[in-house]
């Protein structure tokens, strides 16, 4: 007789975007091998609660936040197990320039210092991570981890958040001049620059600008990995039982 001893993992996702549920994927099997365990990615349409263009850290994680509640709550609504729950959030930051790039700009870029543009744009995002409380979620440990050993001292039922940012880098001034002063998503400007299309859905900003080196599934499998850092060693993230 053959058991089917492979372990499932309920992963429900805030978005509908194939590339960030290919990230998610990609994220999760170097956790969760596909020898050992069958991830079933279960992606949701939910509101991210922010604005669609969201600025700075707080603005974006709030938002990877929402979107992860937010798929919690729609599986749950389905009828959904629910292991995980994932939300990502593309953001951007306002980074000032010192004194020698902006005399460098005014000399490069004069028309657009002329029409207001003295900030630099940057590309971040924030991935959170929602476990809710299943053996499954602390199945992906460091085998170093004593968890197991002191599983009685926690409360074996308490949600785990893990949240993680992606590396930053600047963007283009064009597509900073068209985000700040026309007040388009990074998506849009990039597709106006570049003359593409939907870019979002596919290799994204970073994409074109690394010359497809790192993609932006890539780009964000590094911070989810991140993520689950408190699934790896449970025992220095979880709160214990209070005596």
Known sequence: FFFNLMVKVHIAVGTLNPCKIDSVKSAFTTLFPTNTHELLIHPFSVPSGVADQPFGDSETKQGALNRARGALSEAIKQGHHVDFSVGLEGGIEIVSRDRKEVAIVQQQQQQEEEEGVKEVLWCMAYMCVIGTGSDVCTS?????????????MYDAQQEIVGIAKTASFALPFEISRLVLQEQ???GDADDQVFQRVNSKQGMGTVGMLTKSLISRSEYYKHALILALIPFVWPEHYMSKKES
Do not use: R, V
Request: charged share 25%; proline share 6%; with cysteine.
């Open 140 to 152: 992906c440990k460091h085998p170093q981890s004593t968890f197991d050993s002191q599983k009685s």
């Open 184 to 186: 388009m998503e990074l």
